[in-house]
């Protein structure tokens, strides 16, 4: 009986994010972010000139939620506050099948 080779899990490229740190920029916006596995990675986003401050925050977090869903099969989201006038620090979190339950959905009375 032939034996199927082993193969080895290939390792994700990063861990699930924890933060994201985004720097202000003007026609790139520099971003760091930290996982939880102590790993992290870093990027510039090119946005347009006149692009709003969310803008720029919803274009970095869907590139992570993305990699994290294709990766690690984890939705995030993210809570963004300021820390200095030109940088702000996104705190991420795991989203549980609860907190994805429609808005209208109606707990049964039992």
Avoid: N
């Avoid at 920029?25 to 990675?41: E, K, L, N, S």
């Avoid at 510039?44 to 692009?51: E, F, I, L, R, T």
């Avoid at 099969?73 to 991420?92: A, F, N, P, Q």
């Amino acid at each position: 009986m032939a034996r199927r080779p082993k193969t080895k899990k290939k390792r994700p490229p990063f861990g699930i994010p924890k933060e994201i740190i985004l720097l202000t920029g003007q026609d790139v916006w520099p971003y760091t972010f930290i996982a939880d596995d102590a790993g992290r990675g870093c990027g510039k986003v090119p946005v347009p000139a006149d692009a709003t401050l969310e803008e720029v925050q919803t274009a970095i977090f869907t590139q992570l939620a993305d990699l994290t869903r294709i990766f690690h099969g984890v939705e995030i989201e993210v809570e963004w506050s300021s820390l200095t006038s030109d940088s702000w620090v996104g705190h991420i979190r795991r989203v549980t099948v609860e907190d994805q339950a429609p808005p209208d959905a109606v707990p049964e009375a039992g």
